[in-house]
């Protein structure tokens, strides 16, 4: 009889011991549960086929690992995406600034242009009326 006593407390000291390495995994706060992730809904309209199957969509750990894979692969697919478009921004800033500096260096071409046409004008001008011949442009 004590030995099947000792036998009955062992098992219930295993059994409350079982049950609370059970509670404390149940506690325990997992960093996929931090994860910012689609809703189920999205990923069923997303994810690949294979991701989404009726087998995995009943086995709610599977649905959980085929879940994260897929805002794995669409962060890494997103981040690419940002690194090309960075990269596009960077060489049409790049582009821009060219553009802007022959802008620029036509803007001065054109004042120096326009300048030294006045200059021209006025010492045409200034021959015109020491030659004392009629300006033919002027009224008569």
Do not use: W
């Amino acid at each position: 009889m004590d030995q099947s006593h000792l036998g009955l407390q062992n098992l219930l000291y295993e059994k409350r011991h079982l049950e609370r390495e059970i509670e404390k995994c149940r506690q325990f706060a997992s960093i996929y549960q931090d994860i910012p992730m689609y809703p189920v809904d999205e990923f069923v309209q997303l994810a690949p086929p294979e991701a989404r199957t009726d087998s995995v969509m009943s086995d709610a750990h599977q649905l959980m690992l085929n879940r994260l894979g897929f805002e794995l692969a669409e962060r890494q697919r997103l981040e690419k995406c940002a690194k090309e478009l960075t990269q596009q921004k960077e060489e049409l800033l790049k582009e821009s600034k060219t553009k802007a500096a022959v802008v620029d260096s036509v803007k001065v071409q054109i004042d120096t242009l326009v300048k030294m046409a006045s200059d021209i004008g006025k010492k045409v001008d200034e021959l015109v009326s020491t030659s004392g011949t009629p300006n033919p442009s002027a009224p008569s």
